[in-house]
């Protein structure tokens, strides 16, 4: 009976032994074991080659200083810095109180011009109705006359032949003195009436030579030109007072974003001073000048690495000057970079880099990410994916500074620990050194 109580203490005692061991060996593992806090960096393909570098500013591919064209106070500001606006879009109105009048007033003087040449072209038609009813008298007159000269002219020949035929019968004795003074008498008569004749049928000649030209003066209608040209003067006031009335009006002359509104409600403006930018910066452009010895080293087309505040991007060569700068002697470039998200501002500042030529991608790591072997050539990492880091050897290429290109073991887009490295095993759970 005490044997197998005596069984029953000892298993009940090395139980609780057990357990304590096992509690005290957990215990030991979770203090020899912490989470450490590392820091990672990207696997990234590129170019390992560092090329030409070169200092540029960042603008809008569209970019735009909006100047008023008149002088005036500013009524209002319809828009507000970073808001979008389309072609036409209204930026500022200014105080149109002073030219609102000066538009009426043209109105009013067109509306009077064109009254008038109404009347004149009334007046002018009846003035050519009239000259040509003068003409066609006159080509009457001229007709009469001709009839009456054509008359006056048989009846002189004919007192002329009365005249020798009483001559001839006076010196054959048919005929008295008498008969031939009578005849002579005669021809005096018809001699006067042929001038009169043709007197008349001068002055009628005359007459239809100036109804003629009273005619063609009408038909120029100098009067109704004169009209016509006041109504064209009216319109040309009145488009200029239309004009003076939409330039109270400042309206975006492209779109993009509005980047800066160097006025305020009641400052006066006057023409060409500007009152607005407009950016657009979708895509952006990195303006850079290369120096004459490396201006055949870039090509439109060209990738290159563009780095603003410590972020990478990439870009594409967009344009070049065929010209140099006549105070820096540099040729400007131009490089275009995607920005949908808008991080890119006008004016600020860039790195841009202008990768070899024969430069081919391939796959490097910072250098601080790298822990050497002693096999030249070798080393190992420590790839961190979902909390955990795996070492991982790695064979390597070239190495810089500050980058060290891997030739196998690494894929784009892994994440490598560059911190903390040297204190991890394969399999260390581990947390990043910013949650």
Not at 162 to 179: K, T
Request: proline share 3%; aromatic share 4%; glycine share 8%.
């Amino acid at each position: 009976m005490n044997h197998h109580r005596y069984r029953r203490y000892v298993l009940i005692g090395f139980i609780l032994l057990a357990s304590g061991c096992s509690s005290t060996i957990e215990t030991g593992m979770s203090q020899e074991m912490p989470v450490r806090a590392v820091a990672v960096a990207d696997v990234t393909e590129g170019v390992f080659d560092e090329g030409l570098t070169f200092s540029g500013v960042i603008k809008g591919h569209v970019e735009v200083a909006v100047a008023s064209k008149s002088s005036g106070r500013i009524e209002r500001i319809a828009v507000q810095v970073g808001q979008r606006v389309k072609p036409g879009d209204l930026l500022i109105q200014l105080d149109a109180k002073d030219v609102q009048p000066q538009l009426a007033q043209a109105e009013a003087a067109l509306k009077v011009a064109e009254a008038g040449k109404e009347s004149t072209t009334a007046q002018s038609t009846q003035q050519v109705l009239s000259a040509e009813q003068n003409v066609k008298q006159a080509e009457e007159g001229v007709r009469q006359a001709e009839k009456g000269l054509e008359a006056a002219q048989g009846a002189y020949e004919l007192a002329q032949k009365n005249l020798e035929r009483q001559r001839a019968l006076l010196e054959s004795g048919l005929a008295s003195a008498i008969d031939v003074e009578q005849a002579e008498n005669s021809v005096r008569q018809a001699e006067a009436g042929l001038q009169q004749a043709q007197s008349a049928h001068a002055n009628a000649l005359q007459a239809l030579k100036v109804a003629q030209e009273n005619l063609n003066f009408a038909k120029e209608r100098i009067a109704l030109k004169t009209a016509e040209a006041q109504v064209e003067q009216a319109k040309a006031a009145l488009d200029a007072a239309r004009r003076q009335l939409d330039a109270m009006r400042i309206t975006a002359p492209v779109g993009g974003v509005v980047a800066s509104l160097p006025a305020n409600v009641g400052e006066m403006v006057s023409p060409q001073s500007t009152v607005a930018t407009i950016v657009d910066l979708h895509p952006a452009i990195v303006e850079v000048e290369l120096p004459e010895q490396v201006y055949h080293q870039v090509t439109v087309g060209d990738p290159v690495d563009v780095v603003v505040q410590e972020e990478k991007m990439q870009g594409i060569v967009s344009a070049k000057n065929l010209t140099a700068d006549q105070r820096t002697k540099g040729y400007l470039v131009k490089i275009e970079v995607s920005n949908p998200e808008g991080r890119l501002a006008s004016g600020m500042s860039a790195q841009v880099t202008i990768l070899p030529k024969d430069a081919k991608p391939t796959i490097f790591i910072p250098a601080e990410a790298y822990m050497a072997s002693e096999k030249v050539g070798e080393g190992r990492v420590m790839v961190y994916a979902d909390g955990v880091v795996h070492e991982r050897w790695i064979t390597i290429g070239r190495q810089s500074s500050a980058s060290v290109e891997v030739i196998s073991g690494l894929k784009s887009g892994e994440k490598v620990v560059v911190k903390g490295q040297y204190l991890l095993r394969d399999g260390d759970r581990v947390r990043l050194a910013d949650e």
